[in-house]
């Protein structure tokens, strides 16, 4: 990989790179279509990372289907999928760790301590093996996007980072490799997480500023479905993460959810700007 890149830079091209863990749907290949239209040469990196995943977390079973991904990259016009094996990016004597401080720790990282130290540090890996001049990341994974940043601009990484929109099935379901582990009763209950976003941006769009009444109304709707049970709904500011309690006029704000349907652990999240 490394030659590679090294070789493709000497002539003068521009790498768009792409991470993942597999199992690719419309979501990814809208990142890699992107990358494809903004550089010589892009690369799609496909690695299950044990190191995000906790102990009692899906690591094992996390789906796999790495002929399917290759047709998939085939027909979507990749240049190169990197497929590193785990012994050759976890040799026995590995001990290095990427930790970002306080955005790491709320939210997502709250309710999978270490998630994403395992994260930042297989990125860290990546970006060195693939040397991009740009990585493309989804709003699918808001926080995890926003981490990346603050790893790039901590540690200087001279790589751009294109945060790209979500792929939602024609129902408004985020597309997600997790989404296959969902039961046909699960798959119909699954769409709160969607319509709860659209309630708080309907709530805000009618003039709510309390950020506790818009949550209370998302959880009153997440209540009603058997099926799930919710880690959290949370409003943040856009760039800093931060939670706010009142919306200001003119801001940007990710409204976050993260809720288990059945055994599936699901996320998705909404960007708004306040109205003036
Ligand atoms: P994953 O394979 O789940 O680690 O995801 C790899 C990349 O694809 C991450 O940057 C995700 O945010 C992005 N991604 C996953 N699902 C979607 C989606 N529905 N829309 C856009 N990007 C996505």
């Known amino acids: 990989m490394h030659q590679f890149s090294r070789e493709s830079k000497k ?30 040469i892009s690369v799609v990196s496909i690695f299950v990372n044990p190191s995000q995943f906790g102990p009692a977390e899906d690591f094992s079973k996390y789906p796999r289907n790495l002929e399917r991904d290759k047709e998939m990259l085939i027909d979507a016009g990749c240049d190169i999928l990197f497929y590193p094996k785990a012994d050759d990016v976890y040799p026995d004597d590995f001990q290095t760790t990427v930790q970002v401080g306080k955005i790491s720790n709320i939210l997502e990282g709250k309710f999978r301590p270490g998630h994403f130290n395992g994260v930042t540090t297989i990125v860290s890996i990546l970006f060195n093996c693939v040397i991009p001049d740009v990585a493309y990341f989804g709003q699918k994974d808001a926080q995890q996007a926003a981490v990346i940043k603050q790893m790039v ?26 989404n296959i582990y969902l039961s046909p009763e699960e798959r119909i209950e699954a769409l709160v997480l969607r319509k709860s976003l659209l309630l708080a941006v309907e709530l805000i769009y009618a003039g709510e500023k309390d950020t506790s009444i818009i949550k209370t109304k998302m959880k009153e709707m997440i209540f009603l479905i058997k099926s799930a049970s919710l880690d959290y709904v949370e409003v943040v500011e856009a760039d800093s993460f931060l939670i706010s309690s009142e919306l200001k006029a003119g801001k940007q704000y990710f409204i976050l959810i993260a809720c288990k349907i059945g055994t599936t652990r699901l996320i998705d999240n909404e960007l708004i700007i306040i109205p003036f």
């Open 11 to 40: 002539a003068g091209k521009r790498i768009g790179f792409v991470p993942t863990m597999g199992y690719l749907h419309n979501g990814h290949i809208s990142l890699l279509e992107k990358s494809k239209s903004e550089n010589d």
């Open 153 to 178: 601009k901590d540690l200087k990484y001279d790589i751009e980072i294109n945060v790209c929109p979500i792929i939602r099935e024609t129902d408004g379901l985020a597309m997600s490799s997790r």
